[in-house]
């Protein structure tokens, strides 16, 4: 069982950055985690994974060289470091958790999940 708890949320301009934090409690070792993210009217949606194990990396090509998904052990948090925001990148963001050693894109391959932090980036 793992709670997840996010943060770092805000309102930003276009070309700025943000650093979203996901607080793990409970058991991390062997799950990987992700972010997603859903905007009104659209499905959520992956953005980014990590092996908590491994450290390996997945990102959705939206974000791919903007966004930057990183672990802290000591922490027990998972990242999300977000540059050159975009208007299109606004949306509310997940952090979520599997018992799996491979990083998987759909919502459905994900059981635990944080409650979401509002992110909204302005032209």
């Known amino acids: 069982q793992v709670q997840l708890v996010e943060s770092g949320g805000g309102l930003v301009q276009a070309g700025d950055s943000l650093r979203l934090s996901c607080a793990a409690s409970g058991r991390t070792s062997g799950y990987t985690m992700g972010w997603f993210r859903q905007s009104p009217g659209k499905e959520r949606e992956f953005v980014a994974g990590?092996?908590?194990?491994?450290?390996?990396?997945l990102y959705a090509e939206s974000v791919a060289g903007r966004f930057t998904i990183s672990r802290d052990y000591a922490k027990n948090t998972v990242d999300l470091q977000m540059n050159s925001l975009k208007p299109e990148d606004t949306a509310v963001y997940f952090c979520a958790a599997e018992f799996i050693s491979v990083i998987r894109t759909r919502v459905s391959d994900y059981h635990f999940w944080g409650q979401g932090t509002q992110v909204t980036v302005s032209s």
């Open positions: 990590i092996s908590w194990s491994s450290g390996r990396t």
